[in-house]
């Protein structure tokens, strides 16, 4: 019969699997934001004013992700709240994608004896729910009630 006994069906978890991209692009996405930030503070920090989103500096609306540096960084130091005020996508992601790069970066490492989350669209549909919902809202406060949410 043609497919993978269930022993080889753990061996080659990660061989070509949609958790093995996501793993690997999760990982690339969380290094890649890091560094920017670390370059925007580290070369632009005097240079650039309070708003640091492109987004908002050329279209003077809110993005999907605007207030999410304030969030990650109210949700590090552990104001949970203000880090949903200012964008509940960034407490969402982490909810779900740390947990989901441990547990596979275990499962990569272990070769598929530990087990790691399997990638399911849902969590996808969520974070991007969210980030649009939070982007209405924001803009619908800016642009319908003259409130900017996020100074």
């Keep these: ?16 699997s949609i958790d093995k991209e996501v793993l690997f692009l999760g990982w690339g996405l969380l290094i890649l934001v890091l560094c920017g930030y670390l370059g925007l503070y580290l ?4 240079q650039i004013g309070s708003v640091t989103c492109f987004f908002r500096i050329f279209f003077g609306v809110y993005c999907p992700v605007c207030g999410g540096s304030r969030a990650a960084w109210y949700m590090i130091t552990g104001h949970w709240l203000k880090s949903l005020y200012y964008n509940a996508t960034v407490l969402v992601t982490c909810i779900i994608g740390v947990p989901y ?16 989350m ?28 003259g409130i900017a949410l996020i100074p």
């Design 118 to 145: 399997r990638y399911h669209t849902i969590y996808l549909i969520i974070v991007v729910g969210i980030a649009i919902l939070n982007c209405i809202w924001k803009n619908y406060a800016l642009l319908g009630k």
């Design 101 to 116: 790069l441990i547990s596979n970066t275990l499962c990569y490492v272990t070769k598929g004896k530990m087990k790691g």
């Design 1 to 16: 019969m043609h497919g993978l006994q269930p022993e080889d069906e753990e061996r080659n978890f990660f061989d070509w």
């Design 43 to 46: 070369f632009f920090r005097n």
